[in-house]
């Protein structure tokens, strides 16, 4: 069965840092875009970053530019999310998302496989 499973969501203070994790069971990642999508309690689903099955193209949401950054590491069968400067309005769960077209597209509909996601919460 291919999945997707995220790692390394936590409670954090604000200005703090984490990096999530994104991995693969039962398939290489290494075909695939991966996209990292959040969603904040009674907000709509929203695409945070995504990058390409090669790796040369990323993208970002404009709330996290600059403060988020996206990589890959194909040897690991690992997508990782580094999260800096974290906000408040940053609290939601994540989810990582594989798209079979490799393609870098911040809209859910282009992904195919999706995990259970990882809480990050930001509070003092």
């Known amino acids: 069965q291919l999945q997707v499973v995220e790692s390394g969501g936590d409670l954090v203070q604000p200005g703090g840092s984490l990096r999530l994790s994104c991995a693969a069971s039962g398939f290489s990642l290494n075909y695939y875009a991966i996209g990292w999508f959040r969603q904040a309690p009674g907000k709509e689903l929203e695409g945070v970053s995504c990058?390409?099955?090669?790796?040369?193209?990323?993208n970002y949401a404009d709330s996290v530019k600059g403060r988020f950054t996206i990589s890959r590491d194909n040897a690991k069968n690992t997508v990782y999310l580094q999260l800096i400067n974290l906000k408040p309005e940053d609290t939601a769960v994540y989810s990582c998302?594989?798209?079979?077209?490799?393609?870098?597209?911040?809209?859910?509909?282009?992904?195919?496989?999706w995990g259970q996601g990882t809480q990050v919460s930001v509070s003092s």
């Open positions: 990058i390409s099955s090669s790796g040369g193209s990323t």
């Open positions: 998302a594989a798209s079979r077209r490799g393609l870098c597209v911040l809209s859910s509909m282009e992904y195919d496989y």
